[in-house]
């Protein structure tokens, strides 16, 4: 079982910038798919973005797309989300999940995904 821990999370103002970084253990990392996700207090969790298993496909949620961009490294078994212009609304728990699968459609659920790591806290101020 695949095992998964964010880093990178912390306070910022807006118009800020954060990398978030997850690091996978195990042996199949390259075979799947992975993403984020977010969760805001008293809201779902909601997809954010997601990334093929060779990084030549990527997906974002509209309210994110062209601020934030997803990124995996293969070899170091690491997938990280570049933020960018960030505003109060970005605030939330970030999380990590590693897809059931290979490919990714544009706007995935959280049924599929596999494993999560713990989330990351971002906090975006005014």
């Known amino acids: 079982q695949v095992q998964l821990v964010e880093s990178g999370g912390g306070l910022v103002q807006a118009g800020g910038s954060l990398r978030l970084s997850c690091a996978a253990s195990?042996?199949?990392?390259?075979?799947?798919?992975m993403g984020w996700f977010r969760q805001a207090p008293g809201k779902e969790r909601e997809f954010v973005a997601v990334?093929?298993?060779?990084?030549?496909?990527?997906y974002y949620a509209d309210s994110v797309k062209g601020h934030f961009t997803i990124s995996r490294d293969n070899a170091k078994k690491t997938v990280s989300l570049q933020m960018n212009s960030l505003k109060p609304e970005d605030t939330a728990v970030y999380y990590c999940?590693?897809?059931?699968?290979?490919?990714?459609?544009?706007?995935?659920?959280?049924?599929?995904?596999?494993?999560w790591g713990q989330g990351t806290q971002v906090t975006v101020s005014s």
């Open positions: 999940a590693q897809h059931r699968g290979m490919t990714v459609t544009t706007t995935p659920v959280t049924s599929d995904f596999r494993a």
């Open positions: 195990g042996r199949t990392f390259s075979n799947y798919a």
């Open positions: 990334i093929s298993w060779s990084g030549g496909t990527t």
